[in-house]
């Protein structure tokens, strides 16, 4: 099998957080595939192929993409943000799983990406300083049961929280109910970010508390961030106060 498969992420936005190593991935590959909305953001020359395809099922996907390496294509499997982050890489590793003995053979290779928290992160200041988890709200893949235990155990843990997927037209309700599993766990003083389209033209932060803060403006394009006891601001006479938390354990009460 002469065929390579490199799975990529594009960053959360802005094409500089597209990284050198995958822009040299993309520019060597004779393939292309993945979800609509991402390879749009591409600029392709006429000799490559792109396999578009709706938001749905990416195991379907990742076979596809490892059928066209194994017939010797050289293939770039794009997601947004890290493609190891509740995103692609998993797929195509569940698909090689699964799938013909051959494809466990494949040069296959994952290459890291920004992912949202960390640019969410970034435009904060600092709120990911300490120990901290990333949870996905959706529950097509498992059930929201687990996500209420994980939200939590999480926050009784003292874990900064980054949410992934907080709410869709399919799934508008269940943010609501993940703020009502925190706010049950913990005092409503604790710092929550809402980092929205990071990196793109329409980009907003807000910045409130855990007590005050509206569910409802999260969409898809929302990480949302939940502070641990040790989370702080730090004012600004104008704009967005900067958000941090401290490396040292403060002790303070869950």
Known sequence: MTGTLRVLGLGPGQADWITPEASRELAAASDIVGYQAYVSRLTVRSDQ????????????????????????????VVSGGDPGVFAMAAAVFEAIDHGPP??????????????????????????????????????????????????????????????????SKARPEQVHKAFAVLRAAVSGDRVVAFAAAVG??????????????????????TLIL?????????????????????????????
């Open 102 to 167: 051959g494809w466990r053979e494949l040069d296959v290779a994952v290459l890291p990406g920004v992912t949202a928290m960390l640019a969410a992160a970034a435009r904060l200041g600092a709120p990911l300083g300490a120990d901290f988890c990333a949870i996905n709200l959706s529950d097509n893949l498992k059930p929201w049961s687990v996500i209420e235990q994980r939200l939590a155990l999480a926050v009784q843990a003292d874990f900064i929280i980054a949410l992934y997927n907080p709410a």
């Open 226 to 254: 939940i502070g641990s006891s040790g989370t702080r601001l730090v004012e600004r006479s104008s704009g967005t106060p900067f958000v941090y938390s401290s490396r040292r354990w403060s002790g303070a009460e869950r």
């Open 49 to 76: 192929n792109v396999h578009a395809s709706d938001n749905g099922d990416e195991l379907a996907r990742a076979r596809h993409a490892l059928e066209l390496a194994a017939g010797g294509a050289q293939v770039a």
């Open 200 to 221: 793109r033209k329409d980009e907003s932060l807000h910045v409130t508390t855990l007590a005050n803060a509206d569910p409802g403006r999260a969409d898809m394009r």
